[in-house]
């Protein structure tokens, strides 16, 4: 039976209501930056190339790192890792403005304007990567099985509320400054790491099940094609990320601040549909992750195919739209799935590894894409469509592996 109080006897919802704030800051800071980054760094003297190692260097260390800091969460408490990871993201995301400021302005060369970036980048990968994992894990922690793809939901709508605001923002801040969206959300981050400091209990108290608690440690074997097709489902949506600014740009001919405003309203439409699946289809229905699953990966293969075929502005955003559903139903299905056939002493590790494997995308994706991209546009995109394909089929043989444990445990 699940236990829903807290040791301090603060209720799951209340828990919720605490926790949810930093994730769509958070959230929030990493849709704005896609947004206007690309646009940003032309105009200080940057190519895609460079745009794309920054983002995929920091991906390296994010992969080796969530893993970390999942396992840290499970010792050190789920608290002490989101408050550390929040703040961390808040101070750098300051430091990273200001730097792209100085690069705008001229007071800082292109080629040292680079390297700043690329180690504040590296900085918030290695100390910041903590926040998803450990949120996931306390989710795990106060449901039952049964209720643990609707759970883990909870942390994707909060990310899906980000990624609507954070485009928003962008699109009616941009004309304060372009950069100042990211001031604006490097101190929400801020703000959601004291609401956390101050109001998330110390200790949760892990569902109680007989069957969880049997569990006898999970070989990484058994997740061994769940985390292939993860990898390679986050390497298309990381190569679409990365390129789309530029793809809209060059495809409509659009100046910075205009390029910006409608990469931000795709972004924003990305946001929407998996906000409606995660924090509406999934809370109401409760489906198990196979349904998730089953469901989810065939609406993010025709997102990309969509994407990939587009001419138009009006292509882009219904290709968007279409995405955004299949990723809100398939992302909880993912976590959820590997989370349920984890005991319930290794939910931070089991968490922290699937995360680490999404990151692992954003290694592959935007520097695979922006280096594609400056040989013919068209090719980024096709590329990404491969890859989803490939991940439907790998995730989709896993399912089939797997379908019977999953079922008992769901039940």
């Known amino acids: 039976m699940t236990e829903q109080i ?11 209501a605490v926790l949810v704030p930093g994730l769509i800051a958070y959230s929030m800071g990493q849709t704005v930056l896609f947004a206007i980054a690309g646009p940003v760094f032309r105009d200080i003297g940057m190519s895609e190339s460079q745009l794309g190692i920054i983002i995929s260097a920091a991906a390296v260390i994010f992969v080796f790192s969530s893993g970390i800091w999942g396992r840290v969460s499970d010792r050190w408490g789920r608290k002490q890792t989101i408050v550390f990871g929040l703040t961390t993201y808040g101070v750098i995301s300051l430091l990273f403005a200001w730097v792209m400021q100085l690069g705008l302005t001229q007071q800082l060369a292109v080629g040292a304007v680079f390297l700043t970036l690329l180690v504040l980048r590296l900085l918030y990968a290695a100390l910041g990567a903590g926040i998803q994992p450990a949120s996931v894990a306390l989710m795990a922690d106060v449901s039952s099985e049964a209720e643990r793809s609707s759970a883990v939901a909870v942390v994707g709508a909060a990310f899906g509320i980000g ?47 007989d069957a969880a608690a049997a569990k006898p440690p999970l070989p990484i074997a058994t997740l061994l094609l769940l985390l292939l097709g993860t990898l390679m489902i986050y390497t298309a949506m990381s ?43 999934i809370q109401v229905f409760k489906p198990s992750p196979i349904t998730l699953l089953q469901i989810g990966l065939p609406l993010v293969v025709a997102g990309f195919v969509i994407y990939s075929t587009a001419s138009g502005f009006a292509g882009l955003l219904f290709a968007a739209a279409v995405m955004g559903i299949g990723f809100g139903l398939a992302t909880p299905g993912l976590m959820s799935a590997a989370s349920l056939l984890a005991g319930s002493e290794e939910q931070g590790r089991v968490a922290g590894i699937m995360q680490a494997t999404m990151s692992a995308g954003f290694v592959i994706g935007p520097v695979s894409a922006t280096t594609i991209y400056e040989f ?6 096709i590329l990404a469509t491969a890859a ?20 008992e445990s769901f039940a």
Not at 247 to 263: C, G, W
Not at 376 to 381: K, Q
Request: contains cysteine.
């Open 239 to 281: 190569a679409v990320q990365q390129t789309l600014a530029f793809n809209l740009q060059d495809l409509l001919q659009t100046d910075v601040a205009e390029s910006a405003r409608l990469t931000g309203f795709c972004f924003m439409t990305i946001a929407i549909a998996t906000l409606a699946m995660q924090g509406g289809v």
């Open 163 to 209: 990624m609507v605001l954070g485009p928003a923002s962008a699109a009616l801040l941009v004309g304060f400054g372009v950069l100042t969206p990211l001031y604006a959300i490097a101190g929400l981050g801020l703000l959601g790491a004291l609401l956390a400091a101050i109001y998330l209990p110390k200790q949760t108290r892990r569902a109680v099940n």
């Open 388 to 407: 989803a394909c490939t991940a439907a089929a790998l995730i989709g043989i896993w399912l089939l592996q797997n379908r019977r444990l999953l079922r």
């Open 6 to 16: 807290l040791h301090s006897g603060v209720s799951r919802k209340t828990l919720v």
């Open 376 to 381: 013919d546009r068209s090719y980024a995109a």
